[in-house]
């Protein structure tokens, strides 16, 4: 059963920086299409960036230009830099791949002065 393990959440002032970090337990991958979503208080899981096996990204409209994805396959590990954080960026922050399996536990990420 492929398990995905989030860290590197915590509470952070506006304009500030965070790297997330997910472990993935599995042989394959570095055959996995990965995301990272966001489910911010009272809302739904929302898919936020993506990265393919070649590592081509894509990103949401409220993070692009501020939030990247990255990977390393010799880790099984995908990571989020968080960047120029903003209150609304307050969420459990999740990682699966595409299409998903079961969702891990999430790391909080909270924004606020």
């Known amino acids: 059963q492929v398990q995905f393990v989030e860290s590197g959440g915590g509470l952070v002032q506006p304009g500030g920086s965070l790297r997330l970090s997910c472990a993935v337990s599995s042989s394959d991958f570095s055959r996995y299409q990965m995301s990272w979503y966001r489910q911010p208080p009272g809302t739904q899981r929302e898919r936020i960036a993506v990265?393919?096996?070649?590592?081509?990204?894509y990103y949401s409209s409220p993070v692009k230009g501020r939030f990247t994805i990255s990977r390393d396959n010799a880790k099984n590990a995908v990571y989020l830099q968080m960047n120029g954080l903003k209150p609304e960026d307050t969420a459990v922050y999740y990682c699966?791949?595409?299409?998903?399996?079961?969702w891990g536990q999430g790391t909080q990420v909270t924004v606020s002065s």
């Open positions: 699966n791949k595409v299409p998903t399996l079961d």
């Open positions: 990265i393919d096996i070649v590592g081509s990204t």
